[in-house]
């Protein structure tokens, strides 16, 4: 599943970078990027979908198309 790839588009749409995101929020450097390699706690998740303005299900629906490509 790539969720990096689909949290980072949605959030570019937003103008808003990873590195903003991550600050934003509080998480340390990075730790977005790894959701490429490892799923997050859902409360992670569900963090970044508030602050970008989505649902968890948008992010995941993304994610899976995405994979598709």
Do not use: C
């Not at 599943?1 to 990873?18: E, N, P, Q, R, T």
């Not at 508030?50 to 490509?69: C, F, H, M, P, W």
């Amino acid at each position: 599943m790539k969720l990096y790839d689909a949290v980072k588009d949605i959030s570019s749409k937003k103008g808003m970078s990873i590195y903003k995101l991550e600050r934003a929020l509080r998480y340390s450097n990075g730790s977005i990027s790894k959701w490429n390699r490892q799923v997050p706690n859902a409360i992670r998740l569900q963090e970044v979908a508030d602050y970008l303005g989505v649902t968890s299900s948008y992010i995941l629906n993304e994610a899976r198309k995405e994979e598709q490509k």
